[in-house]
């Protein structure tokens, strides 16, 4: 399979599919929890190595910067975390996990590079995060999960974690949280252009192109990013032995095999459309197409012998997501809004081996179709100074088609082929908000959901704050809330394995949190902070678990109860010093037991009273830069602690992954010319050449290296 040929082909065709269209988006610092330290932090940070864009000698100039905006709604006495703009264009190759990753306190678990990453807070499970993009819910229907590998933070623009109660603001099934995701900023005037090109270790080349135009009433921005790579990287197996002989053949030593990553190559492929239009009084119009196409061999295991040198393991996808939005013309004390959209994802994967005869025997070829139709409707009013209501209809029409053609074609495996299932999701939601006086706030909601034919219970969540004092701006809060995550199309459906007879997934959440901000030395100091305490106990969680006489599949079953409880704590410092020099720190800690506390399945279950797999108790994160007129240094750094793959807890040689830390740095420099900026930047990643996996057998790459370099034309604006 030539890689490169099919790259450089798709990258011409989508540049022959480019419309012409804006630059740079504004910085964005909305929402709860992006304090006032943390947005005179970005306003004294040089984002020149950010921005190419970005003319140096314009940020000298200023002597002051203000940021100012509206208090986020969906937070008030509950978490919420909002990622700046400099944060999401970091460097194309980012992922919307590795910024997570790096940036938060949610936990993020990768199957190798490039490959499935999912998202998990406060001690719950991914499927218990909700993602939503521009009000979409993006959710596998038939998995419940999202895969943040296949989200570019680079075309993103503005990201945002609800934890926990908060994501009830949003959509129900978020019994750890939600990550909400938009697009279709409007963008700045006149035409703009950026390309940015990426060259990296095991032959990984990143490219990504914007063109935009920025009008009185429309506007457009056509974003298209391309990923590569052999990922052909070299490790030490520790899950194998080799022997050491001497002349009379006796073993005298064992050693561990350097091995490299075969068939781990992949091609990601992206394309992003967004309109805009006022018009009027007849309101404005944003229309979202993101179209997605990836091809990702996966690799064997560590643990995977006498592997054949012919063989066939890979998936590939092909989704189309859409989105249209009217907002409607209305006085400035009320708002609404009407969205439409539609999703359809093709989903394959392939797995094949040579036995030795020299024909390929095939034991997958699975094919499964998604189509989803959204609509959404939002109203908000505000009676005076001291009540905001607000009310949202969702609707989600589900159809799925699942197939596995080897087994239809491969005798007594016929009785499995797959299924064919539709669901509709229907939500209302009712929430007001009242401020007694001003520093104090209360939020009272509820929301009512619809799967097929069956309703819930309503979904209540009270929240209040309280402004403690405002030199320092510090806030208390508290909420508690109830929430519901129905099983998922495969849950119900899937062939062999699937149980209709589950429980729906539910839950309280309680919360109580602070935060504050401060700033010193004429606003050249700033320090800000939040913390939280959560406490949640889910009912009838669902495990899939081995079944049947020989225990040869899977079958999902509701266990008694999880009791997911903890401690969230972030950290944000920003020094603006000397001439032009900028630091800034932004530091994460999570302290989230999650213990089975459910009844003993069978006299020899051991997980009661045991941490939940997969879930690491303790994880951190730090990310600190250093900034110098065009210049820009970037260090990053998580943690996460032991966690085990046995639900006994054994510390055996495949019941835990040991805990690791990470540390990524990128240098860059910003160049501005007459007619254009240039931005050239280096990432080494794993620094320090960790040793390390996020999923048992799964290998991950030593140290590693990828340089950028981007180009900004100015078109006029010299």
């Known amino acids: 399979m030539c890689l490169r040929n099919e790259i450089f082909s798709r990258l011409l065709l989508l540049c022959a599919m480019l419309v012409p269209m804006a630059a740079t988006e504004p910085l964005y610092a909305s929402g709860s929890f992006l304090y006032a330290g943390q947005a005179a932090r970005y306003a004294l940070q040089d984002t020149s190595a950010v921005y190419a864009g970005q003319d140096p000698a314009e940020h000298e100039r200023i002597e002051e910067a203000r940021v100012t905006a509206p208090r986020d709604t969906r937070g008030i006495g509950s978490a919420v975390t909002v990622f700046a703009t400099p944060a999401l264009r970091e460097n194309i190759s980012v992922s919307l996990s590795d910024l997570l990753a790096y940036g938060s306190s949610v936990f993020v678990k990768q199957s190798g590079r490039a490959s499935l990453s999912t998202v998990s807070f406060r001690g719950t499970s991914s499927s218990h995060t909700q993602v939503l993009w521009n009000g979409m819910k993006i959710n596998s229907p038939m998995l419940g999960m999202a895969d943040f590998s296949m989200i570019p933070s680079f075309l993103t623009d503005n990201a945002s974690l609800l934890h926990g109660p908060a994501s009830l603001a949003e959509t129900s099934g978020g019994l750890g949280g939600a990550v909400s995701l ?12 950026e390309y940015i090109q990426g060259f990296g270790s095991f032959m990984t080349l990143d490219e990504y192109l914007k063109v935009s135009y920025g009008g009185r009433r429309f506007s457009s921005s056509t974003r298209a990013a391309v990923s590569s790579s052999r990922n052909d990287f070299r490790y030490v197996n520790k899950d194998k032995n080799e022997n050491v002989y001497d002349s009379q053949m006796n073993i005298i030593g064992t050693y561990h095999p350097v091995e490299r990553n075969r068939n781990g190559a992949w091609l990601d492929m992206h394309l992003l459309q967004d309109f805009r239009y006022d018009a009027g009084r007849a309101g404005s119009f944003v229309l979202s197409a993101w179209y997605l196409r990836s091809r990702r061999e996966q690799p064997p295991l560590t643990v995977d012998y006498g592997m054949p040198a012919d063989f066939v393991n890979e998936q590939r996808e092909n989704t189309i997501r859409s989105v ?36 390929m025997t095939w034991m997958n070829k699975s094919r499964s179709r998604t189509n989803t139709v959204f609509f959404r409707g939002k109203y908000a009013v505000r009676l005076g100074e001291q009540w905001h209501l607000r009310t949202c209809l969702t609707l989600d029409r589900h159809y799925v088609d699942s197939r596995d053609e080897a087994k239809l ?17 229907l939500s209302l939601y009712l929430a007001a908000d009242w401020h007694p006086f001003p520093g104090a ?7 009512e959901e619809l799967y097929g034919r069956t309703f819930s219970p309503v979904i209540p969540s009270l929240s209040a704050e309280y402004l403690v004092s405002e030199k320092g701006n510090l806030r208390l809060m508290a909420s508690v809330s109830r929430n519901y995550r129905y099983p998922t199309l495969n849950d119900w459906y899937f062939r062999p394995g699937g149980n209709p007879d589950l429980k729906p997934e539910r839950g309280f959440s309680y919360d ?56 969230e704590q972030s950290l944000s410092f920003g020094w603006s010093f000397a001439d032009a020099w900028t630091l800034a ?37 730090v990310t600190a830069s250093l900034s110098w007129r065009s210049w820009k240094l970037l260090y990053k750094w998580c943690w996460y602690s032991d966690r085990f793959t046995m639900s006994s807890n054994d510390y055996t040689i495949s019941g835990f992954i040991p805990d690791y830390f990470m540390s990524d740095v990128t240098l860059s420099k910003n160049f501005s010319f007459t007619l254009a900026c240039i931005t050239v930047s280096l990432v080494v990643k794993n620094l320090f050449d960790e040793d390390y996996v996020t999923v048992l057998s799964r290998p991950m790459p030593g140290i590693n290296f990828e340089a950028f370099v981007g180009i900004t034309p100015k078109f006029g604006r010299r």
């Open 182 to 193: 938009k697009t279709g900023s409007r963008p700045d005037n006149g035409w703009g252009l």
């Open 324 to 359: 249209l939005t009217w907002t409607a013309p209305l006085p400035e004390n009320s708002s609404a809004s009407v969205s439409a959209g539609y999703a359809r994802s093709a989903l394959d994967y392939d797995y094949a081996r040579d036995g030795g005869s020299g024909e």
């Open 585 to 621: 720190a932004d530091g994460n800690f999570t302290w989230s037991p999650s213990i089975n506390c459910g009844e003993p399945m069978n006299k020899w279950d051991e997980s009661v009273g045991k941490q939940l797999v997969y879930i690491p108790e303790y994880s951190s994160s």
């Open 441 to 447: 706030g209360i939020s009272l909601s509820l929301r």
């Open 409 to 425: 074609t491969s005798g007594p495996a016929d009785r499995y082929p797959g299924y064919n299932a539709s669901r509709t999701e």
């Open 512 to 567: 109580a949190g602070y935060s504050f901000a401060l700033t010193f030395l004429e606003d050249r100091i700033s320090l800000s902070g939040k913390g939280s305490w959560f406490d949640s106990y889910i009912d009838d969680w669902i495990l899939w678990l081995p079944a049947g006489s020989a225990k040869n599949f899977y079958t999902p079953v509701n266990l008694k109860k999880v009791h997911a409880y903890g401690v």
